[in-house]
């Protein structure tokens, strides 16, 4: 079984704060993603990357960057988190962009 | 917001077949769509994924008529565990142009 992993399922930061999100996965998949989910808005693509070193922008990169150094790890950060970034957070991998994506359990951020 | 909408909820009893409709925009021919199962506090699970007509595994069955305005997941006989919400997701060409649904919560029971 494909294997997800995100570092907290909670987290709660400050305003300003920078704050790292990691996502890690064992089946040596070639992409990975991270989304937020907000109630009535689903799930919107912040970022990917397709190897390492590697991302592309989602709909919605304003105030996030990632980092892919290696291939099983991707990392989302925000840079000074905002209120408006209270969320939950998803990483996602799969084998190529139209295979089936493998999600982690999500990392609800509150900022306050 | 999402540009691919999906009706916001849905009622059934457990047992009965369930068709849940999701309308795109601007699908081309060889773009996927793919459906997702969501529990609460859980990160999203792939039920099933096409780009054309009909696809059937042994959980459910994608329907995507050839005007490609939507695309219809049916659940043959849901149970009280299938309650959850319901994702679409198009992929059109690269992985940056993904799009996921509003989502569809399904309620069953007995």
């Known amino acids: 079984d494909v294997k997800v992993t995100q570092s907290s399922r909670y987290l709660v930061k400050r305003t300003g704060e920078k704050v790292f999100l990691e996502c890690v996965q064992d089946?040596?998949?070639?992409?990975m993603f991270w989304y937020r989910q907000d109630p009535g808005l689903g799930l919107r693509l912040i970022y990917f990357?397709?190897?390492?070193?590697?991302?592309e922008k989602g709909d919605i990169p304003e105030g996030y960057s990632v980092s892919r150094e290696k291939k099983e790890r991707f990392s989302l950060i925000l840079e000074s988190a905002s209120t408006n970034q209270t969320s939950m957070y998803l990483c996602?991998?799969?084998?190529?962009?139209?295979?089936?994506?493998?999600f982690g359990p999500g990392t609800r951020l509150t900022v306050t | 917001l999402a540009k691919t909408t999906q009706p916001i909820s849905m009622d059934s009893y457990e047992g009965q077949e369930v068709n849940i409709t999701c309308s795109h925009n601007?699908?081309?021919?060889?773009?996927?769509i793919t459906w997702y199962q969501q529990f609460p506090s859980q990160g999203p699970r792939f039920i099933i994924q096409?780009?054309?007509t009909k696809v059937t595994n042994e959980v459910a069955s994608l329907f995507i008529p050839a005007d490609r305005k939507s695309s219809t997941l049916s659940l043959p006989r849901v149970f009280l565990s299938d309650t959850a919400v319901y994702y679409c997701?198009?992929?059109?060409?690269?992985?940056?142009?993904?799009?996921f649904g509003t989502g569809t919560r399904l309620q069953v029971t007995l």
């Open positions: 996602a991998t799969s084998w190529g962009s139209h295979y089936e994506q493998y």
């Open positions: 089946m040596d998949h070639e992409n």
């Open positions: 990357s397709y190897d390492v070193k590697m991302k």
């Open positions: 601007n699908i081309a021919t060889n773009d996927y």
């Open positions: 096409g780009y054309k």
């Open positions: 997701l198009e992929l059109t060409g690269t992985a940056s142009k993904l799009t």
